[in-house]
């Protein structure tokens, strides 16, 4: 993987910082004989050759591990100490969250540049004052939304929630973009199930997700509300885009409500009713994925459809005790890790793979019989164990070693049910107890309340000398492959086309202002339009029309622009970023009325882009002379 120079210059200060803070003055002797920037490009070489240079005493792990906390923190990541992890995977695992995250809080900062400009030449212009006012407000909205984008890639959901809620109050205080603000109210609610999801709470998840649903459909409404009040062409463009973008967050919300609720079916034992929750996310984000306009958002909603899959298999499979089934789901997850990037994401599909092993064992037993599988389900039981440990789920790898405990005991008890020697049954007995209370306790901590009475009540039976009517596959009953792992994020970016696109592109914005609002019929009078560039590329003005309107004419002697058909040719004038233009409109009031000036300016820019601006309305009144007037004549 390339990583940018930024990247790298990271990692060697993170070495040199690290190799300080351990080694005191013994760091710059290493450094003289061990080029940092061999950690760049052989992060686990470096470490091989470190090892064997570090004074005595010195431990090469936590060099390591200082080394990496410095580079997370001078990425401003946040760091987490990884079982098993080498340096390579902290430096892949940096990268991978810098490039993802990286366009989002460049972004972001270019907004809240952006905005700074308007605000600037807002203060020099006054006439575009309001009109410059908004636009900052709305790129600091867009640079919340980068900031919230970021937060979600790096899985601080809180914080993303936090920064659509502030993207969301200063749209509802725009004039032209308020509509837009109930949408990121939605966004919100989605990042908060996010949020309750990683925390293992789904009942909260699943209010936040389905409360987020409504909001997008109350989104939805008002967005198509407006494009049936029929508005300009790009208006409508946009609004229509709007409506997809927020339509398929209400899909994706309908497919995560589904997830969190499969989980909970699962804890309390309903299998059937689980696979179909998880059969209908699978179908639901199998079809976001078809739909997904960019390749991340694409490979991120395949995983999850098929993550979802693998687990209404494995409910299938626990329901119909079906050894193939549980075959087929471990492939799947295997299937899974390879095509997800992000290395905590593929550990749990191995978790989730190796646990499918375990229950396909579990249910060969029940047909065979065969004692010789516990060694089997034991092994893949360990390696899930280890799995989710490494992934950083904690409650996960207390379920798997809780049913480690639980399979010991059972070993120990069918011992004990054909032990004929009286001392050698009471060891047996008394191991079993120890290794139930264990499992029973670890049940509890993971929250896992069925799983743990199960092993209280084998107690319970084990002290009494009762005869064992559990078998293995009931113990693999409520597994956290399928209740308590964590969900990779999804982008679901669509929005670019209104971001920086339109930044860098021309974009004239401006503001109307009559000279008299109230004129007697034959008085002259003067429409003054104020027109910037807010784009970065220069525009290119070629027509200004709809600047006359029935009861008015151009006064034609007076006008700067050549007139065709009542509308001003521009002349292909050119306006750079932040430039603005003064174009006066000289009219006459020929008729008694009320009307309203709507004008229209037409530009294109030199990449490509053809655009139009519709200026606010103006309303004008024009009354009749009357006696006295027609004796002073009309103000000219």
């Known amino acids: 993987m390339k990583r ?43 470490v091989r050759s470190l090892s064997k240079m570090l004074p005595t005493g010195a431990k090469v792990e936590t060099v390591v591990t200082a080394i990496c906390q410095r580079l997370y923190e001078d990425l401003g990541l946040q760091f987490q100490e990884r079982e098993g992890w080498k340096l390579s995977d902290y430096v892949n695992d940096a990268t991978g969250k810098v490039e993802s995250a990286g366009d989002y809080k460049e972004a972001s900062k270019a907004f809240k540049r952006v905005a700074e400009d308007y605000r600037l030449t807002a203060q020099k212009i006054p006439g575009l004052s309001l009109v410059l006012t908004e636009l900052a407000s709305y790129m600091d909205a867009w640079s919340s939304i980068g900031e919230a984008r970021s937060q979600h890639q790096e899985e601080h959901y809180s914080t993303a929630s936090e920064n659509y809620a502030k993207a969301a109050d200063i749209l509802k205080a725009t004039k032209a973009r308020s509509h837009l603000s109930r949408h990121y109210e939605a966004c919100t609610l ?24 409504e909001t997008f459909r109350q989104a939805k409404t008002l967005l198509e509300n407006m494009l049936a009040q029929d508005p300009a062409p790009q208006e409508k463009q946009d609004l229509q885009k709007w409506v997809e973008i927020t339509r398929s967050r209400e899909r994706y919300c309908l497919g995560r409500a589904e997830l969190e609720e499969a989980r909970i079916l699962d804890k309390k034992g309903d299998e059937e009713g689980s696979s179909a929750r998880y059969r209908s996310a699978s179908q639901r984000f199998e079809e976001l994925a078809a739909e997904a306009q960019t390749d991340q958002a694409r490979w991120e909603l395949e995983t999850l459809a098929l993550s979802c899959h693998a ?5 299938e499979a626990e329901s119909g005790a079906s050894p193939e089934l549980y075959a087929e789901a471990a492939d799947l997850f295997s299937k899974v890790e390879k095509i997800t990037p992000r290395k905590r994401f593929r550990l749990l599909a191995l978790a989730s793979s190796s646990m499918c092993k375990a229950l396909e064992a579990g249910t060969r037993f029940r047909r065979t019989r065969n004692t010789q599988l516990y060694s089997e389900i034991k092994k893949a039981l360990e390696t899930a164990t280890d799995y989710y440990q490494a992934a950083g789920l904690q409650n996960a790898a207390d379920w798997t070693r809780a049913t480690g405990k639980l399979f010991d005991a059972l070993v120990y008890l069918t011992d004990a049910a054909v032990e004929r020697e009286s001392r050698r049954k009471a060891e047996l007995f008394q191991l079993a107890e120890k290794h139930l209370e264990l499992a029973a306790r670890l049940y509890g901590q993971a929250g896992f309340t069925v799983k743990r009475d199960q092993a209280v009540q084998l107690l319970k039976r084990a002290r009494e000398d009762m005869e064992l009517l559990m078998s293995p596959i009931e113990a693999l009953a409520q597994t956290p492959a399928l209740t308590g792992v964590a969900v990779a994020p999804v982008s679901l970016v669509r929005e670019k086309t209104f971001g920086l696109e339109r930044v860098d592109a021309a974009n004239i914005v401006g503001n109307p202002n009559l000279s008299q609002r109230n004129v007697s019929v034959g008085s002259e ?35 700067v622009y050549p007139v065709e058909n009542n509308a001003f040719d521009m002349k292909g ?19 008694k009325g009320t ?15 053809h655009g139009s601006y519709d200026f606010d309305a103006t309303s004008l009144t024009i009354r009749d002379l009357g006696i006295s007037g027609w004796l002073k004549g009309p103000k000219q």
Request: proline content about 5%; cysteine-free.
């Open 190 to 213: 989605l990042e908060k199930g996010e949020a309750y999801s990683s925390e293992e709470n789904p009942e909260a998840s699943i209010e936040s997700f389905k409360t987020a649903v």
């Open 595 to 609: 009307l309203e000036l709507r004008p229209r300016i037409f530009f294109h820019d030199q990449k490509g882009f």
């Open 4 to 46: 940018s120079p930024s990247l790298e210059d990271a990692l060697e200060g993170a070495v040199s910082a690290g190799l300080q803070s351990q080694l005191g003055d013994a760091a710059g002797v290493v450094s003289v004989f061990l080029d940092p920037g061999i950690a760049v490009s052989k992060p686990d070489s470096y």
């Open 311 to 315: 687990w209404a298999e494995m409910k």
């Open 573 to 591: 004038k050119r306006l750079d970023y932040l430039k603005t233009l003064t174009v006066k409109v000289p009219l006459k009031a020929t008729r």
């Open 525 to 559: 009078l003067t429409l003054e339009l104020e027109i910037a560039n807010v784009g970065k590329t220069p525009a290119t003005l070629t027509r200004l029309e709809n600047i006359v309107e029935d009861g008015l004419e151009l006064v034609r002697q007076k006008t």
